[in-house]
């Protein structure tokens, strides 16, 4: 019977060809990394969890990557998330060596003369025309500010538009926990040509849950001000630490933008910036810009890191973790390791706050919404007193890729008592490399370990 002859003809040939496709499959799975489970890669490659905000090629890394533990300083397993500094540039001695080798570090990168970023083409994002009828990026200057502090926070607009804002035209949005005067209104209008907004927060977004237990938190905040933890007993400062951690992209006048740019009063802006910085974000896919990096006060994030640590450890929360965050920086020991100690393993290098340039998709998106929902539970903004820094800065650091994180090392600019000042021709009144106004406060600066763990080359972005 030809017909029979022909299926075992058939049969013959699909024998070794089945063979060939499961040796193929066994052998992908071998150059799995041995520290993250099949599991991991099939649900993060699925469409489970919605990676698109972090940019391109982030789920591919992690395939050719063949590194254990020890190697890499991380593990992303279901239930046994774990990190560990690794030491990466091999930097040996004691804490004040330590501090030096860094300082060193700190200072040839400030040597360098600065430019503009030269990862984007800069001609594409010059100042419009005429900046009233330029078509913005989606983003606002933001602002949370008391009433009483209009003349601090005018003399910082004044050299903000100065210097970028008078050439775009970007709408402000000023923030307060009560309403602001029509004075202050009329002040503001003052300073800028810009659209302003004047937005009062709702409670629900401001005040202490009702969930604290206050005797709780006086004990707690007792002990912390026996510590000498600034603004321990200072409530408003607390509820501002979480609005500012959780809140204020929520905010239905933040909600019409993508992107905001922070600035305080009392601030200052050394440096012209002729090219739009919110399309030099939007073009470059970057989530994140800063200009200073440093240590925290460990007290008041004694548990900031023990807790993060039991929320990636707890359901599927690990696969919100980024293959290529900045652990290294978050982890570091070896400038303040007494840091390390109180804080159960965080470094407390953090960006610092007071400005900030970044994406609010990333704050809004899964990833970083259910970690500051957990932290929230716990209350520990209140029983300590997490900051807004270190909690953005600990969220970048394990959901975001460093790649997309910016040191805006061109933009010169000063919050009592520490600057970013660059070496460039269009920096002034700051002195150049300058990191702190008090000698004693240079062991704060964490720039370099940003720079070890996040920059690959320093010189191919500025
Ligand atoms: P520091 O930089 O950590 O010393 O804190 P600041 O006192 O500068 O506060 C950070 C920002 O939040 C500033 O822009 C303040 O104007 C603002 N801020 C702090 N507390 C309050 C508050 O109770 N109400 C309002 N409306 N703004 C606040
Ligand atoms: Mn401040």
Not at 241 to 252: H, I, P, T, V
């Amino acid at each position: 019977m030809p017909s029979i002859r022909r299926s075992k003809r058939l049969l013959l040939l699909l024998i070794p060809i089945v063979l060939f496709l499961i040796f193929l499959t066994l052998g992908h799975y071998e150059k799995l990394p041995p520290q993250i489970s099949p599991e991991w890669s099939f649900l993060s490659l699925g469409n489970k969890f919605n990676y698109s905000y972090l940019g391109s090629n982030n789920t591919n890394s992690v395939f050719p990557v063949m590194s254990t533990y020890e190697e890499l300083g991380f593990q992303l397993v279901p239930e046994d998330v774990k990190f560990q500094y690794i030491n990466k540039m091999g930097k040996k001695g004691s804490p004040k060596d330590i501090l030096k080798i860094n300082m060193d570090k700190y200072k040839s990168l400030m040597d360098q003369e600065i430019h503009e970023p030269k990862d984007f083409d800069m001609e594409t994002i010059r100042p419009p025309q005429d900046p009233k009828s330029y078509d913005h990026a989606s983003a606002t200057i933001v602002s949370l500010v008391r009433g009483a502090e209009a003349a601090a926070l005018g003399k910082s607009i004044v050299q903000f538009e100065k210097k970028f804002n008078s050439k775009f035209l970007y709408p402000y949005t000023f923030i307060n926990d009560v309403p602001f005067t029509d004075s202050f209104k009329e002040r503001m209008r003052k300073y800028s040509l810009a659209p302003m907004n004047f937005v009062t927060i709702p409670a629900e977004l401001w005040d202490k849950p009702e969930s604290i237990d206050e005797a709780k938190e006086r004990k707690a905040m007792d002990i912390l001000a026996s510590k000498d933890v600034s603004y321990a007993k200072k409530a408003s400062y607390h509820n501002m630490c979480r609005f500012y951690s959780g809140n204020f992209y929520q905010l239905e006048e933040m909600k019409k933008y993508k992107y905001y740019w922070r600035i305080e009063p009392g601030v200052k802006f050394y440096s012209d910036i002729n090219y739009d910085i919110f399309k030099y974000l939007e073009g470059t896919q970057k989530i994140y810009g800063f200009t200073i990096n440093l240590y925290d006060i460990d007290e008041s994030v004694e548990t900031l890191w023990p807790e993060t640590l039991k929320y990636l450890n707890s359901e599927d929360n690990y696969k919100y973790v980024n293959v290529n965050g900045a652990f290294q920086w978050i982890l570091e020991n070896q400038q303040l390791p007494k840091k390390n100690r109180v804080t159960g393993g965080y470094s407390t290098c953090h960006f610092w706050s007071n400005f900030e340039i970044g994406d609010m998709d990333f704050f809004r998106g899964e990833a970083y919404t259910n970690w500051f929902k957990f932290l929230d539970s716990t209350g520990k903004f209140y029983y300590e007193r997490w900051g807004d820094a270190p909690v953005h800065s600990l969220g970048l650091a394990l959901f975001a890729d460093k790649k997309d994180i910016h040191w805006f090392r061109d933009i010169g600019y000063w919050h009592d008592p520490y600057a970013n000042c660059p070496n460039s021709k269009g920096t002034l009144d700051c002195e150049k490399g300058l990191f702190s106004r008090w000698d004693n406060l240079n062991d704060q600066n964490c720039m370099a370990t940003w720079v070890d763990d996040a920059i690959e080359n320093p010189e191919k972005i500025y």
